[in-house]
Structures are given as structure tokens and as C-alpha cells.
């Protein structure tokens, strides 16, 4: 099957009902992308499906088969930080930053769609990524900030 990944077009020879998250870190070598839970309730696998953040743990690899798939190494540009990832390291959001792979994933779908959220829309857009360090009033700054 052929997936598109950060631009890059890529031919896997895995079942159909791989996990995107397996296809990414396994057979593509893309580990910026975290396994977490396995059940969607944490959100450290989040990826950008066509500009939807979606996780990727539970993603049949069949499934996103001619969609455009956006990973965390696939948001730096020309050795520049997307402007979600700047914010949270400027605000200090990470702390152990297991998470910070699918914040930053939700956070860029979420500014994609709505520029200037307010701080309730933000709380509600993160909902689903939890992180275990606490660092949320951090996160909601960075994401307020970029």
C-alpha cells in the first residue's frame, strides 16, 4: 500500500490492519510519534490526518491511503521550528515532554482552524491529551503565544 508522510510519498508491505503508529515508527522509522495508551485516550500518537489531528495508535494503516499525513518531523521547515513547536519550548511546556508530540499535533490543528482560540477553546480542543507532568496552564500559554 502507498502512504503519503510528511510530503514524501512511501510503499509499505504490511497488513491492512497495521497501525498507522506502528507504520510510522516500525517500518518507516519516524519515532517522533509516541505510543502512549493503545486505546486513543491519551493523545501522545496524535498525527495530522488532512489537517485533523487523529490518533494514530487506532488508525488502520489502509485507512489513510491517499490522504496527506503530517508527523512532528514534518512540521520543522528549512531547519525552522513550526511556530507551536517555538511556543512551547519558549514557555517551558515540557517537562518530561513524552506527550509533546500529540499537544503540539493537536495545537497546530487546532490554530489551523481557529488562529486566535480563546483560552476555553483551547481547553476544549486539547481535550484527549493528557499529560502526566501537569505542565496544562504551560501548554495553554505556548498555544495562546504561537
Known amino acids: 500500500m502507498k502512504i503519503n508522510v510528511n510530503a514524501k510519498d512511501y510503499t509499505l508491505d504490511v497488513p491492512d ?4 503508529l506502528d507504520a510510522l515508527r516500525v517500518h518507516l522509522n519516524l519515532t ?4 502512549g495508551c493503545g486505546e486513543a485516550a491519551c493523545g501522545a ?9 487523529t490518533p494514530s495508535c487506532i488508525t488502520p494503516v489502509a485507512s ?10 514534518g512540521l520543522e521547515k528549512d531547519g525552522k521550528l513550526h511556530p507551536i513547536q ?6 517551558d511546556a515540557f517537562q518530561c515532554a513524552y506527550c509533546a508530540p500529540g499537544m503540539i499535533m493537536a495545537a497546530v490543528a487546532l490554530k489551523e482552524k481557529n488562529p486566535k482560540p480563546t483560552r476555553q477553546e483551547i481547553v476544549e480542543a486539547m481535550q484527549g491529551n493528557i499529560c502526566r507532568c501537569c505542565t496544562y496552564p504551560r501548554i495553554i500559554n505556548a498555544i495562546s503565544k504561537a
Open 32 to 35: 517522533g510519534t509516541k505510543y
Open 86 to 91: 517555538q511556543a512551547f519550548l519558549d514557555e
Open 64 to 73: 489513510v491511503q491517499h490522504k496527506a499525513i503530517i508527523t512532528i518531523e
Open 45 to 53: 500518537c496524535k498525527v495530522l490526518i488532512d489537517g485533523h489531528a
Open 17 to 20: 490492519n497495521t497501525s498507522l
